[in-house]
């Protein structure tokens, strides 16, 4: 067992706490950059994938795992993203220029979405936000001006300073770049006043409302910052599937970004990794699996729907904290083996709650 | 001088008269003290305050401004502070960070600056870090500073929700039964500490208590209530004896 004395405020506010983590994480930022050295053009394109999973958890998660609100339509804010950007760039604009203002108008409409949405709650909740997500999905099919319907719309290659940014490699950099840059923003939220005040409703609204928290403001600001940045991880999944039609944005892409954040366990943001890692390399595993098993079972139709539900259903019930809390239970066996206790993470039913407010 | 005032305020839930034209008014500086039976109508009081419940008549002031009708969260803004009955503690975090969370009416910054935590950022975080421990000095609360409240007994859970009250800064401090699920001795330690929080911060304070051995030591004036009603307001003792109290208590 380790204790890490503490000896100034700070180390509880920085984001290393302690020259181990320094260390780890770098060696993490190492590989990232070194992994085109190693892998091929194939587990490149997986692994840009992954991150880009993983810029839309970020997102997610700040919403679901930390707001306490569930949306069940976030696939919509990935396809305003894609189709912002693409049509921006169609116009001529600069890549960063374009990939900006698509994350500022998704997380615009996502704020403005939020203001009716949020007065509902639990279940009410996730029905209103899969019916702004139909609602995204008709508009994207018959809008054909703008989004080019059916028919769809192709994504001009991404340039930057005449670098072509297109090429897998330079593709990868720049969605592991994002992804860095989204999770310090994500990370930063939750170390201030911001983050502190989306936790605060997540665990008590009546508690919350008496700390002087403005429940409207902070739900419907986690709304727009997480629609923002899964807008921003459209952009770039739009040059990932290169082109655009509205049957890749189905309410299967917001069941599986869900998924993510739950598998990758509510409340981390090391969850959102694991996640992503999971969903960005299920459907191979899925792929694998047909192929193995006698064609009777392995040509199933909506084998892969039903797969996510299965394995939502499964840690819902078996592990609410998800890869990452599974992941911290075997740490503090190993830490404090041979001792470890049975029952430490036993969950606790409280008999306190009657008289809850509402 | 009157720090808050209630004028003639009642409620009612469909047909339960759960508070009828009560009035009453907290001096500055002192403790005061709410006790009555069961659904008597103490904690509705609190949550009108606080602006839980909208009183369907009467008005509440608060240091002269009318608080009858400002939206919930802007009470804690004015400087009302409160606890609740059965805690309500943000549970999944830990102590320090629900003190941060109480700290949160003083903060300066706003989403963008936080996104990037500016270095303005970073100073207040540490300014905030300073005033949670001092009150975690205050309260004894070291050894629990960095345990997740699920983790703690019900007693360290009360005194955590009265110290991220206290960081707030209130003016007023509204606890609503705070010697519930406390030991006899935790039950003197909380009547010092009320001392301390009158005395060295100068904050007022309002409470809901059974306790009245409690009420006795702690309080200067209190009010008791039943049924919705005032039946009794003057010193402890006073109080303790009056005839309505004792019927209502006992019965006839």
């Known amino acids: 067992m380790r204790y890490l004395k503490k000896t100034r405020y700070l180390q509880d506010i ?4 302690h020259n181990g983590q320094r260390f780890w994480y770098g060696l993490l930022l190492l590989v990232m950059c070194l992994a085109p050295l190693g892998l091929d053009r194939f587990l490149l394109g997986e692994l840009s994938l992954v991150y880009i999973y993983a810029i839309a958890g ?6 679901v795992g930390y707001s306490g609100q569930v949306s069940l339509g976030h696939a919509a804010f990935l396809a305003i993203g894609a189709y912002a950007h693409a049509y921006f760039l169609n116009l001529g604009w600069p890549f960063p220029l374009s990939l900006f203002t698509s994350m500022l108008l998704t997380g615009l409409i996502g704020g403005l979405v939020a203001i009716p949405v949020l007065r ?14 139909v609602i995204v999905e008709q508009t994207l099919t018959h809008w054909e001006s703008v989004t080019g319907g059916f028919r769809g719309m192709l994504v001009p290659k991404p340039e930057f300073f005449s670098a072509d940014l297109n090429a897998y490699i330079p593709f990868y950099y720049l969605c592991g770049g994002v992804l860095i840059l989204v999770m310090l923003a994500g990370l930063n939220l939750l170390r201030s006043p911001t983050g502190r005040a989306m936790v605060a409703v997540r665990d008590s609204e009546t508690s919350a409302q008496s700390m002087g928290i403005n429940l409207a403001r902070t739900k419907s600001t986690a709304f727009a910052i997480s629609a ?13 599937i290169g082109y655009l039609a509205p049957d890749a944005f189905t309410l299967l892409t917001s069941i599986q970004l869900l998924l993510m954040v739950v598998v990758g366990g509510l409340g981390s943001m090391h969850g959102v990794i694991y996640g992503a890692i999971f969903i960005g390399l299920l459907p191979s595993g899925i792929a694998v699996f047909r192929d193995a098993v006698p064609p009777s079972i392995g040509q199933i139709p909506g084998l892969e729907p039903g797969v996510f539900g299965l394995i939502l259903v499964l ?3 078996y592990e609410p904290l998800g890869i990452y809390g599974r992941w911290q239970k075997i740490r503090l066996y190993f830490e404090e083996f041979p001792l470890y206790r049975r029952s430490t993470y036993k969950r606790q039913k409280t008999y306190l709650r009657t008289e809850r407010l509402r | 001088m009157s720090l808050l005032v209630a004028e ?5 839930f469909g047909g339960v008269k759960a508070v009828q034209d009560v009035s009453f008014s907290i001096n500055e500086g002192e403790v005061f003290s709410i006790v009555g039976p069961n659904g008597a109508g103490k904690t509705t009081i609190f949550n ?3 602006r839980i419940y909208n009183t369907t008549g009467g008005r509440l002031f608060f240091d002269g401004v009318d608080i009858t009708r400002v939206p919930a969260h802007s009470i804690a803004h004015l400087g009302i502070a409160r606890t609740f009955q059965n805690t309500e503690l943000f549970d999944r975090e830990t102590v320090l960070k629900n003190l941060l969370i109480g700290a949160h009416i003083h903060r300066t910054s706003n989403v963008l600056s936080d996104l990037f935590f500016l270095p303005g950022v970073r100073r207040q975080e540490l300014a905030f870090r300073k005033a949670a421990e001092d009150v975690i000095d205050l309260l004894d609360l ?6 997740v409240i699920a983790n703690l007994p019900y007693g360290v859970r009360k005194m955590v929700e009265i110290a991220r009250a206290l960081c707030l800064k209130p003016r007023l401090l509204l606890l609503d039964e705070p010697s519930s699920g406390l030991n006899p001795e935790e039950t003197e330690d909380l009547s010092f500490w009320l001392e301390d929080i009158v005395e060295d911060l100068g904050i007022t304070v309002a409470m809901v208590e059974h306790d009245m051995k409690l009420v006795g030591q702690a309080s200067d004036r209190v009010l008791a209530m039943a049924d919705g009603k005032v039946i009794a307001l003057g010193t402890p003792a006073e109080v303790q004896t009056h005839p309505e109290v004792l019927r209502a208590y006992l019965g006839d």
Do not use: E, P
């Open chain 2, 8 to 12: 003639g305020i009642s409620v009612s």
């Open chain 1, 14 to 17: 920085n984001l290393f706490k």
């Open chain 1, 120 to 133: 509902m709650s639990g279940i009410y909740l996730a029905v209103a936000t899969l019916a702004f997500a």
């Open chain 1, 228 to 240: 923002g940045f899964t807008g921003l991880a459209g952009g770039l999944f739009a040059h990932k």
């Open chain 1, 315 to 317: 840690f819902l019930i």
């Open chain 2, 142 to 147: 070291r050894s629990y500073r960095d345990q």
């Open chain 1, 58 to 63: 970020v997102g997610l998660m700040l919403l």
């Open chain 2, 48 to 50: 009108l305050i606080s």
